[in-house]
C-alpha cells in the first residue's frame, strides 16, 4: 500500500512540476506575445474594424436617422424626417460641425457637401419652431437638390455605422441607388489598376533581384572565407546608410541635369536629357537597389551549405555544365532562392518612401495613395479599406506559393 500511494504521490508531484516548467516558459515568452499582440495583431484588428465602422454621421443627426428607419428609399421621405433634418442642420450649423457632414456626405455623393455647406449658414438663425412645422420647406428653399431622393438616399446610407462602402470603393464598385445592387463603378478603374501595376512593379523587382542576386551568390559562395567575409561586407553596407539618403541619391542620378545623363550625353550616346526620373522605371531601378541585400543574404547562406563535391562529380560522370547546374546546383539553392523571393515581393508591395520620392505620378504604388488618404484627404476609412485588401492580396499569394511551391524547404542555412 506504501508503494502504491508513493506512486500516487509521485505523479503528483511530476504533474506540479511540469505546470511549473510550463508557467516559466510561459513566463519567458509573455513579453514577445504582448509585443506581438500591441504591435501587429492590434493595429490589423484596428484597421480591419476601422474600415467598416463609420459613426461619424449617426453621431451628428442621430435624430434624424431614427426618423427615417421606415423610410424605403423610393420616394421623397416624409415631412417630418426633413423638419428634425433642418433642426438637426442647425444644430451642427451653431456648433461649427456642419463640415464634417458634408464632408461625409460627399463621399457617398459627389456635389453634397456644398449644398450643405450653403444650407447650414441659411438655417442658422432660424427659429427652431418654425423649422420643426416647416423644415422642410426652408431646406428646397435653400437649394433645389434638397428635392432630389438621391441625397436623402446617401444622407441614409451614410448614416448606418457599420457598411462596406470603403471597400466598394477600393474596388472600384459602386451600390445602385434604385436597387442597391452592386455595379461596377463608371469610369477608369484608379484603385484596381494600382493594385495590378503594385503588383507587376514588385515581380518586376523580385525578377531583378534574382537576375542580379544569384550570380553574385554563387560566385561569393565559392570564394574563401576570408574573402567572402570581406565581399559581403559590401552588401551590407547599404543597410548602414538612411534609405532616405540612398533614395534620394537616385534623385541625383536620374535627374535631367544627374550624373546618367550628364554622362551619356558627354560620350554621345545620347543628344538631349532623357525623362527617367518620376517614372515607373525610376521606382523600379531604385527599388532593386535598396532591396538587393534581401535576396543575396538568403541565397548566400544556403549556397554556403552546399557541398562542391556533388557538382563535381556530375561533372566527372560526363554532365555538361548547364544540364549539371540545373539539375544539381540549382534544386538545392531553391530554398535561398524562395526565401529572397518571398521577402523581396512582399516588401516591395508595401513600400512607400521610395516611390513617393522618385516615382512620382507614374510610379506611385498603392502604398502611396493609402498614405494620401490618411494624411491628405482624411478618409481612414478607404485607406483602412485599401490596407486590409493588399494584406488579403498578398495572404492569398503567399498561400498560392505554399499551396504550389511550398515553403517547408525554405532555409536560411
Known amino acids: 500500500m506504501s508503494n502504491i500511494a508513493l506512486s500516487a504521490q509521485d ?27 500591441f504591435a501587429f495583431v492590434a493595429p490589423i484588428a484596428s484597421m480591419l474594424f476601422r474600415s467598416i465602422h463609420e459613426p461619424t454621421v449617426a453621431e451628428l443627426i442621430p435624430d434624424t436617422l431614427q426618423k427615417m428607419e421606415s423610410w424605403d428609399g423610393q420616394e421623397m421621405p416624409p415631412p417630418e424626417v426633413m423638419n428634425q433634418f433642418a433642426l438637426d442642420l442647425k444644430r451642427l450649423a451653431n456648433d461649427r460641425t456642419s ?121 561569393l559562395a565559392g570564394l574563401p572565407d576570408r574573402t567572402a567575409n570581406m565581399l559581403i561586407v559590401f552588401v551590407l553596407l547599404p543597410f548602414w546608410t538612411s534609405l532616405l539618403v540612398r ?24 543628344g538631349q536629357p532623357m525623362e527617367m526620373l518620376y517614372t515607373e522605371f525610376a521606382t523600379i531601378i531604385a527599388m532593386t537597389h535598396i532591396l538587393l541585400p534581401f535576396m543575396i543574404l538568403p541565397l548566400y547562406s544556403v549556397m554556403r551549405g552546399i557541398d562542391p563535391s556533388y557538382f563535381r562529380a556530375a561533372m566527372s560522370m560526363g554532365a555538361k555544365p548547364i544540364p549539371a547546374f540545373l539539375r544539381i546546383y540549382l534544386p538545392m539553392s531553391l530554398p535561398g532562392l524562395s526565401a529572397g523571393a518571398l521577402l523581396v515581393f512582399i516588401i516591395s508591395v508595401g513600400y512607400y518612401i521610395t516611390p513617393a520620392l522618385v516615382g512620382g505620378t507614374e510610379g506611385q504604388m498603392i502604398s502611396n495613395l493609402i498614405a494620401f488618404h490618411m494624411q491628405q484627404s482624411n478618409n481612414w ?27 517547408k524547404s525554405l532555409s536560411f542555412g
Not at 511530476?14 to 506575445?33: D, E, M, N
Not at 533614395?247 to 550616346?269: D, E, H, P, R
Not at 478607404?382 to 505554399?402: C, K, N, P, Q, R
Request: overall charge positive; glycine content about 8%.
Open 11 to 37: 505523479r503528483v508531484s511530476a504533474k506540479a512540476a511540469l505546470r511549473r516548467r510550463k508557467l516559466v516558459a510561459f513566463l519567458f515568452v509573455a513579453p514577445l506575445l504582448a509585443f506581438l499582440v
Open 99 to 219: 463640415g464634417q457632414l458634408a464632408g461625409e456626405i460627399n463621399r457617398a455623393l459627389p456635389g453634397a457637401s456644398s449644398v450643405i455647406k450653403s444650407t447650414a449658414r441659411g438655417v442658422r438663425r432660424a427659429d427652431d419652431a418654425e423649422l420643426a412645422s416647416t423644415g422642410a420647406q426652408t431646406l428646397f428653399d435653400a437649394n433645389d437638390r434638397w428635392q432630389d431622393v438621391e441625397i436623402w438616399r446617401s444622407i441614409q446610407d451614410a448614416g448606418a455605422p457599420y457598411r462596406i462602402d470603403q471597400y466598394l470603393t477600393a474596388l472600384d464598385l459602386q451600390k445602385n441607388p434604385v436597387d442597391g445592387s452592386i455595379e461596377a463603378r463608371d469610369g477608369p478603374k484608379i484603385y484596381v489598376d494600382l493594385y495590378t501595376k503594385t503588383l507587376r512593379i514588385a515581380l518586376i523587382i523580385t525578377l531583378l533581384t534574382i537576375a542580379l542576386g544569384y550570380p553574385l551568390s554563387y560566385y
Open 247 to 270: 533614395t534620394t541619391s537616385w534623385i541625383a542620378l536620374l535627374q535631367t541635369n544627374g550624373v546618367i545623363n550628364s554622362f551619356l550625353m558627354w560620350v554621345g550616346i545620347i
Open 381 to 407: 476609412g478607404l485607406a483602412a479599406a485599401l490596407g486590409s485588401i493588399l494584406l488579403a492580396v498578398i495572404l492569398l499569394l503567399y498561400w498560392t506559393y505554399d499551396r504550389f511551391v511550398g515553403t
